[in-house]
Each structure stands twice: as C-alpha cells, then as structure tokens.
C-alpha cells in the first residue's frame, strides 16, 4: 500500500473511530441522565424501532462502529496485512450504521458526512490493494 494511501486511511478511520466512540458515549449518557436535545435525539425517533433507550444503540456506536475503527486504524497505521480487510469490515459496519440510522431518525448532513467517509475508507482500500492500477500492457 502507498504511503500516502496508509496515512490518509490511517487518519481517516481513526477520526471516524473517536468520534464514533464519544457519540456512543454522549448517547449512553444522554440516556442515562434524562438529558435532551443537543447530541441525543429525541426518544419519539426510538418508536418503530426495538429500543426503548438510546443506551444499546450508543454501545453498538461505540464499540462496534467505533472499534472497529479504532482497531483498523491501528493495524493499517502499523501496516499490518490484516489492515485492508479490518478497514473495509469497519467501513461497511458504519454504511449499514448510516442506513439503519436513517430509518429512524430525519436527514442529518452528519450522516451524509459519516456515509461519504465510509465510502472514501472503501475508496482508498481499493487504491491501497492496487485494484485501479493502469494497465502497462499494450495490445498488438
């Protein structure tokens, strides 16, 4: 894999993975202390859906979306060969995250942020494992 692919998907998936840990962490919070508005949506969002507390969905956040992050950041960072697949696994957990999400709860323009950053992860994995390369070979 390139450098600047590694690093680029480096920085990428750990900036998604912190920011899916804090978001998990806001949203146990929030649920925990009553609190609303600001980083926790309304509980009216939960109905149809098999919560009753953003308490699960806040852990699946933090743990599932943002570990897997954390940990593909890591083992690409480290350029281990493992790195390739744990960063499309993490990628494809945060597309379907995305399409859950947007079931229940209205547009955010953070979605279509997080739905871009996901797509750039399986971008550049692709880039990385050299599926785009010009081909050298000439017809004759």
């Known amino acids: 894999m390139k450098r600047w692919i590694r690093i680029t998907l480096t920085v990428l998936s750990a900036a998604i ?3 899916a840990v804090a978001g998990g962490l806001a949203l146990i919070i929030g649920a925990l202390t009553a609190a609303s508005g600001g980083v926790v949506p309304p509980r009216a969002y939960l109905g149809g859906s098999p919560f009753t507390t953003y308490v699960v969905p806040g852990l699946i956040l ?3 979306v943002g570990g897997t992050h954390l940990a593909a950041s890591v083992l690409v960072g ?3 060969p493992s790195g390739a697949f744990a960063t499309a696994v993490a990628a494809f957990g945060l597309l379907i995250w995305i399409f859950v999400q947007m079931m229940f709860i209205p547009f955010s323009p953070l979605q279509a942020a997080y739905f871009v950053a996901g797509l750039g992860e399986l971008g ?13 070979a000439t017809a004759s």
């Open 17 to 19: 993975g912190v920011t």
């Open 78 to 80: 480290r350029e281990r």
């Open 124 to 136: 550049l994995v692709l880039l990385g494992l050299g599926l785009f390369r010009r081909s050298t």
């Open 62 to 64: 933090a743990v599932v």
